[in-house]
């Protein structure tokens, strides 16, 4: 059985840090695309970063030179380190796993922005 487990969120002031990890199992982890997706209440879900096996990053424009994606092949562990957080980054944060055919998702940890 495939699990996607997401710790690390929390609340945190603008201009806080936060870093998100996510355990796989259930799936040979190196090859695997890995994600961090988000989703605000009333927004679609949307990329945040994705890792692959070779730690080849993408990040999207909104969050690039803030958050950063790395991977642990060996702990089969995905991270997400949020700096520089704003009151627009709050939002449900999955994790993802995509290798060809087989796509697979966590079940989210919110992070909220606040003072």
């Known amino acids: 059985q495939v699990q996607l487990v997401e710790s690390g969120g929390g609340l945190v002031q603008p201009g806080g840090s936060l870093r998100l990890s996510c355990l796989a199992s259930g799936i040979v982890f190196s090859p695997y695309v890995m994600g961090w997706y988000r989703q605000a209440p009333g927004k679609q879900r949307e990329l945040v970063a994705t890792?692959?096996?070779?730690?080849?990053?993408h990040v999207a424009d909104s969050v690039k030179g803030r958050f950063t994606i790395s991977r642990d092949s060996p702990k089969n562990m995905v991270y997400l380190q949020m700096n520089s957080l704003k009151p627009d980054d709050p939002a449900v944060y999955y994790c993802h796993a995509d290798l060809d055919q087989a796509k697979y998702w966590g079940q989210g940890t919110q992070v909220t922005v606040s003072s």
């Open positions: 890792i692959t096996g070779g730690s080849n990053t």
